[in-house]
């Protein structure tokens, strides 16, 4: 019988598996150290790290089945500090701080005219959320260390894998008439309840903190005794569905009668029938609709698609959880072992 990883999450929890995982990778590294022979001790030592780098995300406007488009259309930026503790050749320990900014557009990622992906250029939705991520996590060398940091091999490659505690916060423009020169502003998606949600009858708000479980595999290169220079790729599994404020159908419009800012939520909630995209109001939807549709120069495709609501979709697969990729690049500064001082007397 094949299990796939999101079912394997959903009942053993995200946090409980990245504990797991951390735990095991402690556990080999305790016995490894406690398996050396004097002769052959390893000296710890402690490393510091600061990185910049990339981010992007898969979820409802970034599947998993277009993995190029997903990957490099909306790409953007993180950076990253981090503490590190080597106990043995072959493990260590990490705790790191990272901010992340990751994006999605359906103009920008779904305007390829390709069938499957029309749906998603109908529904118009865009978003950008910057993440906070605290992390824990054990590294296992796949080139172990010399007996001190100082021995340790010109080039190394390692993998991760750990726990991370995150607060995010997506955001998106709101919308202008056209032809105005009022500047847009980006606003919180989630105190809204796009979906309905903190409304009577419908879902809490969702979490603005999660559980994510950071896997990945990096290399590095010993410039001199004191510094690394290194590259790492980082995947995070995450316990939410809302990095881009989508997950579910639109609700019944009735919802809207309460809750906070009913006419902004509602505005927010539901775009397809804006002629510009949000992100790009110099740009025009309403051709390339018409194409979509098969209409001709004088069918209005907004009037088309309100008449035929089945073809308006948001959330995508509310039972699969949103996940976000790191590409650092970073310089690691060696603090070496603890220096003993001689007794007073």
Known sequence: MKIGFSRVARDFGLAELGFLLAGVLIAAMAQ?????????????????????????????????????????????????????????????????????????????????????????????????????????????????????????????????AGVALFAHNPKARLPVPAGSQEKQRWVALQPLGTEGQGREGQDKLYSLVGFAIPVGVGLRYKINPKFDIGAELGFRFTTTDYLDDISKAYPDPAVWASGADPVQAQQMSFRSFEAQPARFPKKERTEILRKYLGLTEAEDPYGYLAGNPQLLTRGNNARQMDTYMTGTIKLVYVLGPSVKCPPLK
């Open 32 to 160: 490894e150290a406690s398996g050396q022979g004097y002769r052959n001790q390893f000296v710890p030592y402690s490393t510091v790290g600061f990185g910049v780098g990339t981010s992007n995300y898969y979820g409802d406007m970034a599947p998993y089945r277009r993995v190029f488009p997903s990957t490099f259309k909306m790409m953007r930026w993180s950076v990253t500090g981090e503490y590190t503790r080597h106990f043995s050749p072959r493990f260590a320990a990490r705790a790191s701080l990272t901010w992340a900014r990751i994006a999605g557009d359906d103009y920008l990622m779904n305007r390829s005219g390709r069938q499957a992906h029309q749906g998603f250029f109908i529904r118009n939705l865009h978003f950008r959320n910057d993440i906070k991520e605290l992390s824990a996590v054990g590294i296992y060398k796949l080139v172990p260390d010399g007996r001190s940091y100082d021995r340790r091999p010109q080039f190394g490659a390692y993998l991760f």
